[in-house]
């Protein structure tokens, strides 16, 4: 995948990527940057497809760019990353200081809007095929409530990045309004939401993400606000 210029209809199309093939679409979130580059976010962590891990040469870092062999980097092990076929690791640049590529920050909620919408549809198929009382549970009024709840976030989230991407609160808003939604999605998945290899994984896996590049974006504007 090459570069995106990082128009609206651009971005969209990223997160429905991730929709439609989950963790491994993240490669693209990495490949906006080129060939053998991956993402860090402000703090140094990056969350990448084990391939894109491995080939990387160079990282793209608080706007800038740092050969791999010029960096410290610390493998951080997660068996739930491990499991999707993820890596992650800390970069350590010395005398670096936390920025935010606002680029960077746009491609990530767009990923991580695409990540919640997957454990919607997962969600779906799961509860598609459970009944109470031989009705449908979708058919329950809790139940129907609840998404009703779900999909007024995922529109309020959209909404967000199409209307508003250059605000200072965005990438913080986005991702506590994602992390609504995706603890609403667990809740109805009940104890099949918490099964290893399960749909627990991925809502498990969006959180990281939200706290790697978005959370932690929202924490470097505040720093760099207060300088």
Same mark, same amino acid.
């Given at each position: ?18 929709? !439609? &093939?989950? #963790?491994?679409?993240?490669?693209? $979130?990495?490949? %906006? ?5 991956? +993402? /860090? =976010? ?65 491609? !990530? &909620?767009? #990923?991580?809007?695409?990540?919640? $919408?997957?454990? %919607? ?5 799961? +509860? /598609? =095929? ?74 498990? $896996?969006?959180? %990281? ?6 959370? /932690? ?11």
């Amino acid at each position: 995948m090459t570069a995106l210029a990082g128009g609206p209809e651009a971005w969209s199309g990223l997160a429905a990527r991730v929709r !439609a &093939s989950g #963790t491994a679409a993240l490669a693209d $979130l990495h490949a %906006l940057w080129g060939d053998g580059v991956v +993402l /860090a =976010g402000p703090a140094g962590h990056v969350v990448a497809p084990d391939g894109t891990a491995r080939s990387a040469t160079r990282i793209r870092f608080a706007g800038s760019w740092h050969e791999r062999a010029d960096v410290r980097v610390e493998d951080l092990r997660a068996p739930e990353l491990t499991r999707h076929g993820l890596s992650a690791f800390l970069v350590r640049v010395p005398g670096a200081v936390p920025a935010v590529d606002e680029r960077a920050v746009t491609a !990530a &909620s767009w #990923t991580c809007f695409g990540l919640s $919408l997957r454990l %919607l549809d997962l969600t779906l198929e799961h +509860l /598609a =095929g459970r009944r109470v009382r031989d009705a449908p549970l979708l058919h329950q009024q809790l139940v129907k409530g609840t998404l009703g709840e779900i999909s007024i976030g995922h529109l309020t989230v959209e909404t967000l990045l199409t209307e508003s991407p250059g605000a200072a609160t965005c990438p913080v808003r986005v991702a506590e309004h994602l992390d609504g939604v995706d603890r609403a999605l667990l809740g109805l998945l009940g104890a099949h939401g918490y099964v290893d290899g399960g749909p627990g994984d991925l809502g498990h $896996l969006a959180a %990281l993400l939200r706290n790697t590049y978005l959370v /932690a974006s929202g924490a470097a504007r505040s720093e760099g606000t207060a300088r």
